[in-house]
């Protein structure tokens, strides 16, 4: 069985360029979440999904970033434009709905460097 | 708010010894607990997870155990090797699936 899967695996771009990373869950996983890990500490999560809804996306800056789920499978994360501080690990998890307390599986990450 | 320390941040130990790591939570209700792996530039491998109801959960050689009420949870990984090098990372599971990560314990076993 796949697991999650991001793409891209690493990024390099200039500050103030609009980036995207891309998500597909593990199949069958309803929920979907973003999180950002920053070097040496642990991930944060940005936004939650429950299907297409954005059900927790408090920790999400929108002034530039912001995400879509548009038919519940795969996700779309966006910075737009990004910042030197923006560089960091953004991690895609998914597990299956229900219930609270489900098992999240992770993806590989995507790795930004803004320069 | 949840808040989880992970205690040692680091740890450097010969090839075969049990270990223990540490991790603490202000927050006891929670659903469960999930440790995790994390070699370097990797994403994040679940390793366990143990329900609130349960004391404690093996998988080989590791054993996890969660005290609730105390909000405390650790990892021991028995007769340790050089694969088992890693970063190891404990989070609790509060409303909404919401995970809070510790900062992680980085483990590196000598051959």
């Known amino acids: 069985e796949a697991g999650v899967v991001q793409s891209p695996r690493y990024k390099i771009i200039e500050k103030k360029q609009p980036v995207a990373f891309w998500c597909n869950p593990i199949s069958g996983h309803n929920t979907l979440y973003w999180y950002l890990q920053n070097l040496g500490q642990g991930p944060e999560l940005l936004i939650r999904?429950?299907?297409?809804?954005?059900?927790?996306d408090s920790q999400l800056p929108k002034d530039r970033f912001s995400a879509e789920r548009l038919k519940g499978v795969d996700s779309t994360l966006k910075i737009q434009p990004a910042e030197l501080g923006d560089s960091a690990v953004y991690l895609c998890?998914?597990?299956?709905?229900?219930?609270?307390?489900?098992?999240?599986?992770f993806g590989p990450g995507t790795r930004l460097t803004v320069l | 708010k949840q808040e989880v320390t992970q205690i040692p941040a680091a740890l450097s130990v010969p090839e075969g010894e049990n270990l223990v790591l540490n991790c603490s939570f202000t927050d006891s209700a929670i659903y469960n607990l999930q440790w995790f792996r994390q070699d370097p530039g990797k994403g994040l491998t679940s390793l366990l997870l143990i329900q609130s109801s349960q004391r404690e959960q093996t998988s080989g050689r590791l054993n996890a155990s969660l005290d609730k009420s105390s909000g405390r949870s650790t990892l021991y990984i028995a007769a340790s090797q050089p694969g088992d090098s890693a970063t190891y990372l404990c989070a609790p599971n509060n409303a909404g699936n919401m995970l809070t990560f510790g900062g992680g314990t980085r483990l590196m076993v000598k051959p």
């Open positions: 998890a998914s597990s299956l709905a229900g219930g609270p307390g489900n098992e999240q599986f």
């Open positions: 999904y429950e299907n297409e809804e954005a059900v927790d």
